[in-house]
């Protein structure tokens, strides 16, 4: 399982060892929060391990589980947490171990529409989380509607 700290420190690599003023930039927080992430006075929330996990290149659900494992207050809480960590995590957790230096962000493209004339009315950001979740229990993944 892998940590707030590890995962901000994954980020720092992936973008040239940049200081923490400046992972708090591409993060879009404070340097007061990156702080406390770090002290672990707070830990990621679920928009944020979802940033993270984009800036990373890797799958989102990984992150979110460890975020969660991380924060839970209860046990058995965990330990659930903990064995989907496990379950997701094999190629998710090398990558973040191996991330590159080198690494170059893909150019974004807009994603195309199912309808002409679709309004898309879920924020980008609430889709992304509920993608996340969705593609932790791909038992539902029947019942999605976006």
């Known amino acids: 399982m892998k940590t707030t700290v590890e995962f901000l420190d994954a980020v720092k ?53 460890c975020s969660h494992a991380e924060r839970a207050k209860g046990e058995a809480e965990k330990a659930a947490w903990v064995a989907m960590v496990e379950k997701l995590g094999g190629l998710a957790a090398s990558v973040v171990l191996g991330v590159s230096l080198f690494a170059a962000p893909a150019p974004a493209q807009a994603a195309p ?3 002409a004339g679709t309004i898309c009315i879920m924020s980008i950001r609430r889709k992304r989380i509920v993608e996340a979740m969705l593609s932790s229990f791909p038992a539902l993944l029947p019942f999605r509607s976006i």
Do not use: W
């Open 13 to 65: 690599a992936k973008n040239g060892g940049i200081s923490d003023y400046a992972l708090a930039k591409v993060l879009g927080v404070t340097q007061q929060t990156v702080s406390r992430y770090r002290t672990k006075k707070d830990y990621l929330g679920d928009a944020m391990a979802i940033r993270v996990a984009e800036l990373l290149e890797i799958d989102s659900a990984f992150v979110l589980a």
């Open 113 to 115: 529409s199912a309808q």
